[in-house]
Every structure is written in structure tokens, then in C-alpha cells.
């Protein structure tokens, strides 16, 4: 980039495939270079093919490591297939000037630690302080401000301030998981309060979730809802998993799977293994309303989607 800006400095320049982590250095130097329009992140939301560009993960989600049968998405995206959103989303609407600041946390294993890593994703974290069964286990938060310094804390604990480096937005902490709030806070170079986030971890008590995009659709629409492990209050709890099996009355259902990169069931049954704590089903109506219940063998769930 600022090779080109010296070799044509009367072109506009955008980057159309940034990395995710090189996002805020490129953002901050545009600031300043009013021929650099901006850039776009590789990529917004992950999709089919590709397999395994970006993959970082767990051998509990993905035992192989081939990229052969049963890997099926890039797993670079922002977003993952389903929608959700991951810790880099929080990270580049930070880097963009979006958001004040964000949190993102390493998910925990409960088998095997994680394989490959390329360019294409910066980080598996995860937005989430769920981790349910991981409790005084070491876990890692990155904390994501264009502060000056940045301070996380835990149930209002000061755990560590850190400055943040120079050219990122992007800090590190180590901790141990606690169940409760965690808080993160960034300031400015005097020491004020420029703004702060938190997440919290579930309750106890567990339930399966159905939450659809929409309570109504449109009789040529699609139907997308979510099944997730939740406590009372919906926060997912991203360590629960399960094996979910839906049934469709008043619709057909056009697909149903998570965001795991590595899938051997696919998208068109209508059973489907949760990706940390959820999976998403797609549906075509064909009445004027909607049904759909899931069930794991021991939780279930009901919900309508009215059709207009």
C-alpha cells in the first residue's frame, strides 16, 4: 500500500482482501492518506467450499485434519455459516471505529487442542463467558479498543491493565475461568474512562432455546430459527452439546446444520450436532403458520412462525 501511494499517487487505492489482523493498521494509516478509500476484510460471512482455509479448531469438532469428506465450509468468516457472529466481528468494528471496544475469549477444549491456523483467520475466539465444566481452568481474553490502555475485570476484581500495543487494537490477557461478569475497560492516554463491555456466564439451570429471526415472514420468505443451550435468561452456553432432532409441520425444511466447519451429516437432514451451544434450520413455508419442535432425548422445545 504504501509502495503504490508513492508509484501513483494520482490513483485511489481500497483493499479488497485484507486480513483480519492487519484491519486496524491499514484503517489507522488510511486516516491519514485520504487516496486510500478502505478495505474490505477475507471474508464478511463463511461459505461453501474452500474447506478448511481458515481453520482453527478443536479435534471434538473436527478429529481429522485432512480437508476430505465431512469439511465442508472455508471457516474464515466474520460471521460463521449460520450468522453468528465471532470474536473477530467484535474485533473489526473496533479496528473500523464502529465500536468503542469489544471482548473476545479462546475457547476452552474438552478433548484435543487445536489444529492448523493460516493468515485467513486471526483469532478462534468466541464472544462468550459461558464456560460451563471449565471452571479454574487458564483461559485467554482479548480485549479490543483504540485505547490508550486497556483493564479487564472479573466480578469487579481488577484482574490486569495492559497499554495496548502500538499498531493493533488487539490485547491479551491471561486468567483462569470464574463463573460471573467479565468486564473490560479501555482509557485514553490521561486515564479517562473511554467506554467499557462485559459478558456474562450462564446460570445453572438448562434449557433447549428455539429463537426465530422473525415471528413472521412472508408466504415466499424463509423461515430461519435458532435452537441453542440456553439458561433462563437465553445466554448460550457454549459448552453444551447435543445431537438435535427437529420435525416441520406447515413448512419444508430446507436445511438444517451449525456453524463447525466440519459437518459428515451436511445440511439436509433433520438431525443436527450444536457448534458451541447452537445450530440453525432453514425453512420454506407452505401454510399460514409454521411449526417447529426440537429435542435432544432430554430437552425440547416448541415454537410458531406466522405466515402473511
Request: proline content about 4%.
Amino acid at each position: 500500500c504504501k509502495r503504490d501511494i508513492k508509484l501513483y499517487p494520482k490513483r485511489v487505492i481500497v483493499g479488497s482482501e485484507v486480513f483480519c489482523e492487519d484491519v486496524y493498521a491499514y484503517a489507522r494509516y488510511s486516516e491519514n492518506h485520504p487516496a486510500i478509500l478502505g478495505s474490505f476484510v477475507w471474508t464478511g460471512i463463511d461459505y461453501l467450499g474452500e474447506v478448511a482455509l481458515g481453520a482453527i479448531e478443536y479435534r471434538e469438532y473436527a478429529p481429522t485434519f485432512d480437508k476430505g469428506v465431512g469439511w465442508l465450509t472455508s471457516s474464515c468468516g466474520s460471521l460463521d455459516i449460520t450468522g453468528t457472529p465471532t470474536a473477530e466481528m467484535a474485533y473489526l468494528r473496533v479496528a473500523y471505529g464502529i465500536s468503542p471496544i469489544g471482548i473476545g475469549v479462546v475457547p476452552l477444549p474438552s478433548g484435543d487442542k487445536s489444529h492448523s491456523r493460516s493468515a485467513w483467520r486471526m483469532t478462534p475466539a468466541k464472544q462468550s463467558w459461558a464456560w460451563e465444566g471449565c471452571e479454574g481452568r487458564k483461559i485467554t481474553v482479548e480485549v479490543y479498543s483504540r485505547g490508550a490502555t486497556a483493564a479487564l475485570y472479573l466480578n469487579g476484581a481488577l484482574l490486569a491493565k495492559k497499554r495496548v500495543k502500538r499498531g493493533d487494537c488487539r490485547t491479551i490477557f491471561k486468567t483462569r475461568y470464574e463463573p460471573g461478569t467479565l468486564e473490560a475497560v479501555s482509557y485514553d492516554a490521561a486515564g479517562n474512562e473511554i467506554a467499557r463491555t462485559s459478558l456474562v456466564s450462564a446460570e445453572k439451570d438448562t434449557k433447549l432455546t428455539l429463537v426465530p429471526e422473525k415471528t413472521q415472514i412472508s408466504a415466499d420468505g424463509l423461515c430461519y430459527v435458532r435452537a441453542m443451550y440456553t439458561d433462563a435468561k437465553g445466554t448460550v452456553k457454549v459448552t453444551r452439546r447435543g445431537d438435535i432432532t427437529i420435525k416441520v409441520e406447515g413448512g419444508q425444511l430446507m436445511g438444517f446444520g451449525s456453524g463447525c466447519p466440519y459437518n459428515k451429516r451436511g445440511f439436509l437432514t433433520d438431525v443436527s450436532d450444536t457448534y458451541y451451544g447452537e445450530t440453525l434450520a432453514v425453512i420454506k413455508p407452505a401454510s399460514d403458520a409454521v411449526s417447529i419442535e426440537v429435542s435432544d432425548g432430554t430437552y425440547s422445545a416448541k415454537t410458531v412462525v406466522k405466515v402473511v
